[in-house]
């Protein structure tokens, strides 16, 4: 299948700074990529849906000034958590969808907030 | 309304058993596809069963989808301790502009040596 990548792995910062996380597809472009959150032992929670040259959409819930999402490019969408605090803590991991249908996913950031 | 929910929540087997998986969901889909993770890990896509498909092979694996039950199950059959790991069935709605997967609580396999 193809290869989507995530860059930090593990980070762990202090609260109240901003952490960015990118979300790149290797071998293929891709014009939507989608952000989740998946909290210990539970299901994936999709946070905000991006298109490449458009703003996100985020599902309800979700802050749009907490968790700013860029997709610049086919082939990279970043995730900014800004003024981290300890409940954003949580495990992200991106997708994104190919030209059939299947969505391919990135190994996860695991972010701790201090 | 929850879309996409596995049973069972968790399954616990003896290597070289077969193990099966069940998913439900609740509104027309166009397609439902499986993924595994491992602990920590991110996903890995499995199968992608399209609505009008009602049976696919991938090596162990078998998937078959009922639309008229919106229904799907796994098999792995000759399981092994590798296989363990999480298990989700993810939704793709039918209808609507907006693609999106929605994802049910998943099956913890574990796969005893």
């Known amino acids: 299948g193809a290869v989507v990548s995530q860059h930090p792995s593990r980070v762990i910062c202090k609260s109240g700074t901003s952490v960015k996380i990118e979300c790149r597809s290797l071998d293929f472009q891709a014009t939507t990529m989608f952000w989740y959150r998946q909290f210990p032992k539970k299901s994936l929670m999709l946070m905000a849906t991006s298109n490449e040259g458009s703003k996100a959409t985020y599902e309800q819930g979700v802050e749009k000034d907490k968790f700013l999402i860029n997709h610049a490019s086919l082939t990279l969408s970043t995730l900014t958590v800004t003024s981290a605090h300890p409940e954003d803590s949580s495990f992200y991991i991106c997708s994104a969808r190919g030209l059939v249908d299947e969505q391919f996913f990135g190994p996860g950031t695991r972010l701790t907030v201090l | 309304s929850q879309q996409g929910e596995e049973d069972p929540q968790a399954l616990s087997i003896q290597e070289g058993e077969n193990a099966t998986m069940n998913c439900s969901y609740k509104?027309?889909?166009?397609?439902l596809q499986w993924y595994r993770q491992n602990s920590g890990r991110g996903l890995v896509h499995l199968i992608l069963?399209?609505?009008?498909?009602r049976e696919k092979h991938s090596g162990r694996l078998r998937v078959t989808l009922d639309t008229s039950k919106k229904s799907s199950s796994l098999l792995i059959t000759a399981s092994r301790a590798a296989d363990t790991a999480s298990y989700f069935c993810a939704t793709d709605k039918s209808g609507g502009s907006n693609y999106k997967l929605t994802f049910g609580k998943g099956t913890l396999l574990t796969v005893n040596p």
């Open positions: 069963i399209r609505s009008n498909e």
């Open positions: 509104t027309s889909i166009n397609n």
